[in-house]
């Protein structure tokens, strides 16, 4: 939920879901969905997508986020998602798992 205290609409890609279910990603990404929610307070839209490195095949989850801040408060809600991101979530899932902000 935003500060509005509205549920933030959330798409996951299927490719993203055979992607959490075959690396055992379900909790961890729950846990970052959890605190882009918590860390983000004028989140507008979450979007959950597979991506591919073009030039090594590497894949990760995108957690695709949209906010309603300024640049300022942008980077502050990102250092407090990264530090308790950091803090909660060990590697390997860890780096499996990208945020990804864009101001609306």
Known sequence: ?????????RTIEPAAEEFCARHDLAAALDQAIRLAEECFPS????????R???ENDEEWLSLRIVVGSSVEEALRSNEQFIQKWVESIP???RGL?????NLA
């Open 1 to 9: 939920m935003n500060f509005t205290g509205m549920p933030v609409p």
């Open 43 to 50: 989140l507008r839209s979450e979007q959950v997508l597979l």
């Open 52 to 54: 591919q490195d073009p």
């Open 91 to 93: 590697w390997p899932a």
């Open 97 to 101: 798992i990208r945020l990804s902000c």
